[in-house]
């Protein structure tokens, strides 16, 4: 097994593969001896099986270690060990933050105590510098989050670990675990003075406690059963607002891991917009706040929504004293004169999620998640209103894009898909579609074109200055649970993970008679839309997209289309001429949708989802 050896055993061949199989996965690293650690048998038995994180200080060539001989036929292997110091590795453990009940708070005792304890004085009548600004917020979150840990132990209550068994223990169940506790103490205490003579003695015991397992586990199925058939009978059926979260409440428990799923706006960009407008911008848009607007702001904040760094949650920034709240004014009137954004909220802490069915051990199925403060998100909504204003009264996002626009939801987006394809499915026309997938698109956003789009369609300055600097010089922090890297991260090239930009998903279709004609037309526009990509420095990612092609059965239609409907393919003629899959059913925003738009597929899929949920698989 060790190089130095000229023969190897099957035992060392079996630690060898183990070691090129596992040791990346239990993070190991093998060491054996440089002279024979046996020297009567010229043998290398001698080995260290060490953690890999553990540095060496004393190898020898080819990572091997000395031997040292003792009042044994062995030698001993001689190490110095330290802890790896890379920054890379190191993980730096935090206190685990306890949960809080919300919902039991006393929010006006809350108030009170955060208010006493609170003696910040920002003046607002004296435009602040950004460095000033910076050690503004440094001071404010200081003082609030000292202030919120003497306000959260005497007035928000912990969360109390509950007993999964708990709603199914009745007094029956009660009673027979006291009858139970009884016998085995009995059956203990025959033990403790056991002889042969008294085997009969404590065979009755025995019996008796057999036969109360058997009651209790029939009783705890009896009460389980019990407890679900009033769960279900209890749902409102009749009501919808109450009946989904019901439902939810059972099919979709909260999971240990206080860290939501990653949520991925499922909206899909339309067909590409022309870059020029000529249409000017209000001279009068308002790029100031107030404290109306900001607490309305913060009224809206989701509570379910994690916190960064800071540790504040959306709640509790509800439930903010005015005082504090005026601050915060102040500061974001400041930073908007300023056109600066703060590089304090630039820190995000970057945690990993397994994606959905996938297994977790491959790098490739976690999906990165960046948690900011969430006083930052209501800076962005700052920023985004007077965005949202200039690009609905110019008309700059297009009637047929449904992401990120206001009264717009996946429900529209559809509605008017399937709309379509009903209305050329009637016409006897076919429906020809391609569902395109950007790769990497976070990573591949090209900064200075975005500021160039935003320059072309005549944003004002002030604008696109707070843009900029909110999207650059960003910087991150990796976490595990409990543990921090020592190493902070920059961003160098596009934009942060789950940044509100994500719009990286298209669908594209074309209607006609001739499936022939339609999937030349579908070719041409596919290959428009990847030359705009390539020139924006952006790559579809071909293996994720998909085409379909919305038609009556085969049976229904002529040979000659029937032939053209079996062949039907686009391919990417600029990657090799590789073909993009085509299914008779694909997903689109969650929904599967299938040729003949009958949603069988659809159904069936959700059935077996809740079936499964139902059983507990």
């Not at 020898?60 to 060990?81: E, G, M, Q, R």
């Not at 959306?314 to 974001?332: G, H, S």
């Not at 996946?410 to 026309?429: D, F, P, V, Y």
Request: aromatic share 10%; net charge positive; hydrophobic share 30%.
């Amino acid at each position: 097994m060790s190089q130095n050896k000229t023969n190897n055993t099957t035992s060392g061949n079996f630690i060898r593969n183990w070691l090129d199989n596992k040791s990346i996965h239990y993070k190991t690293t093998l060491y054996s001896s440089e002279l024979p650690s046996y020297p009567k048998g010229r043998s290398y038995l001698g080995i260290c099986l060490a953690d890999a994180r553990l540095k060496f200080q004393n190898l020898c060539p080819n990572n091997t270690l000395k031997t040292l001989a003792y009042d044994s036929d062995h030698n001993a292997l001689i190490f110095h060990v330290s802890k790896n110091t890379s920054d890379l590795l190191t993980l730096e453990t935090q206190t685990e933050i306890p949960r809080y009940n919300y919902k039991k708070t006393d929010w006006k005792k809350f108030q009170n105590i955060l208010e006493q304890n609170c003696d910040l004085k920002i003046c607002n009548n004296v435009n602040l510098t950004n460095r000033q600004i910076d050690a503004f917020i440094d001071e404010i979150e200081k003082h609030t989050q000292t202030a919120l840990q003497t306000a959260l132990q005497k007035s928000v209550p912990n969360i109390k670990q509950k007993n999964s068994c708990e709603p199914y223990i009745n007094n029956k169940i009660k009673e027979l675990h006291r009858d139970k506790s009884y016998i085995i103490s009995k059956i203990n205490n025959i033990k403790l003075n056991y002889s042969y003579d008294k085997r009969e003695e404590l065979e009755f015991p025995k019996y008796l406690l057999y036969k109360i397992k058997a009651q209790m586990k029939q009783e705890f199925a009896n009460s389980i059963n019990h407890y679900w058939t009033n769960k279900i009978k209890n749902i409102s059926k009749n009501d919808s607002a109450n009946m989904f979260p019901q439902i939810n409440q059972i099919f979709r428990p909260k999971e240990q891991n206080p860290i939501p799923p990653l949520k991925l706006p499922s909206e899909n960009a339309s067909l590409i917009q022309e870059a020029d407008n000529p249409k000017q911008p209000d001279p009068e848009i308002n790029y100031f706040t107030n404290y109306n607007q900001l607490n309305t702001i913060f009224s809206k904040l989701n509570n379910k929504k994690s916190s960064g760094f800071d540790g504040i949650p959306n709640i509790l920034l509800k439930r903010l004293p005015n005082k504090i709240k005026w601050y915060y004014t102040v500061l974001f009137n400041n930073a908007l004169n300023n056109t600066y954004f703060p590089r304090k909220w630039k820190k995000a802490k970057l945690i990993a999620i397994t994606k959905k069915d996938k297994d977790g051990s491959s790098p490739a199925n976690l999906r990165p998640i960046s948690l900011l403060p969430n006083i930052s998100k209501v800076f962005e909504i700052i920023i985004n209103n007077p965005l949202t204003s200039f690009c609905t009264k110019n008309d700059i996002i297009p009637e047929n894009q449904f992401g990120f626009r206001h009264k717009h939801s996946t429900i529209h987006a559809i509605n008017k898909l399937t709309s379509g394809i009903c209305w050329a499915l009637n016409a006897k026309q076919r429906v020809a579609a391609c569902l395109i997938d950007l790769e990497k698109a976070f990573d591949t956003v090209w900064i200075p074109g975005l500021i160039y789009k935003l320059i072309k369609i005549n944003l004002s300055k002030h604008l696109i200055k707070i843009v900029w600097d909110m999207i650059t010089n960003r910087t991150f922090v990796m976490t595990e649970g409990a543990n921090t890297s020592s190493k902070e991260f920059s961003i160098t090239n596009g934009l942060q993970q789950a940044f509100a930009d994500d719009l990286d998903d298209l669908i594209i279709y074309v209607t006609g008679r001739k499936t022939k004609t339609i999937k030349t037309e579908l070719q041409e526009l596919f290959e428009r839309i990847n030359d705009y990509y390539h020139a924006w420095k952006l790559k579809i990612n071909t293996s994720k997209c998909e085409t379909i092609l919305f038609r009556p059965k085969l049976s229904e239609i002529g040979p000659t289309e029937r032939e053209h409907c079996k062949e039907f393919q686009v391919r990417e003629k600029s990657n090799k001429g590789s073909l993009i899959p085509h299914k008779n059913c694909v997903k689109y925003l969650g929904v599967n949708i299938d040729y003949e738009l009958n949603y069988k597929q659809h159904t069936e899929i959700q059935l077996t989802k809740a079936n499964k949920k139902h059983s507990g698989k």
